[in-house]
C-alpha cells in the first residue's frame, strides 16, 4: 500500500532538545537535594518518559521516585523551551509533505508538555494529531500511541511510517506493525535509516515505488 501517513517522534527527530531534557532532570532533581545526573543517565533521559527515567533512577528507592514524580508535575517546563532546536527546514518539510497528500501526526513519550511545544513552536497547524504519554495507557515501546494513529486516520499499518531516534521506537513500530525509519545515528541499524528528516521525501519516493512494483 502506498505511504499515506507520516508519523513522527519529538525529541531527537523533530527537535534537537538534549539541552532541554538534562536541564529539567537536573533542575527537579535540585528540588529534592540530588545530584545532577551523571553523563551515562543523560544518555537514557532522552529515550524515557518521565516516569520510565524516574523509575530507573530511583530503582532502589521507590518512596523517593513518587517524590520526584510529584516534583516535575510540579515544575514548569516554560525556561527550557528555549533550549529547544527545530531540525533544519522543519516548517517548510512538514508543509510540503502536507502539501503533498499526506497526513502528518506526532507520537512522543512527552506528556503535559506536548501542547505548549506545538503551540510556541507553530506546529499545532502542521500536524493532523498529536499523542503522548497522558493520551494512552502505557508509553513506548509499547505501541498504544502508533496503535491510537492509525485509528485517528482510518488507514492500516502498512500505509504509515514512524520515524523515531530510539530503540523503543523502532519496538513500537515493529509492535504497532508500521513501516520505521531511523533517525540518526543510535537507529542506524533500523532496515530504513536517514541522518536527518529532510532526506525523508526522498526515502518516501523510493517506499511508494515499490509499494507500486508490488501491486
Known sequence: ?????????????????????????????????EPAMTSALEEKCHAMSSPQFFE????????????????????????????????????????????????TAMATNRGRTVGRLLELFELDSRFDFSVGTLDVELPKPAPDMLLSCLERFGVGAREAVYLGDQDCDLQAATAAGLHFVGVGPVVAHAQLSIGAIH????????????AGSAT
Open 199 to 210: 532526506e525523508l521525501p526522498g526515502l518516501l519516493t523510493l517506499l511508494n515505488e515499490a
Open 1 to 33: 500500500m502506498p505511504i499515506s501517513l507520516l508519523v513522527f517522534d519529538c525529541d531527537g527527530v523533530l527537535f534537537e532538545s538534549g539541552d532541554a531534557n538534562i536541564g529539567f532532570y537536573n533542575e527537579v532533581l535540585r528540588r529534592v537535594g
Open 56 to 103: 530507573v533512577y530511583f530503582a532502589d528507592r521507590p518512596d523517593m521516585a513518587a517524590r520526584v514524580r510529584q516534583t516535575a508535575i510540579a515544575t514548569d517546563y516554560e525556561p527550557f523551551y528555549s533550549l529547544m532546536h527545530p531540525a533544519p527546514g522543519l516548517h517548510d518539510l512538514l508543509d510540503t509533505l502536507r502539501a503533498d497528500g499526506y497526513h
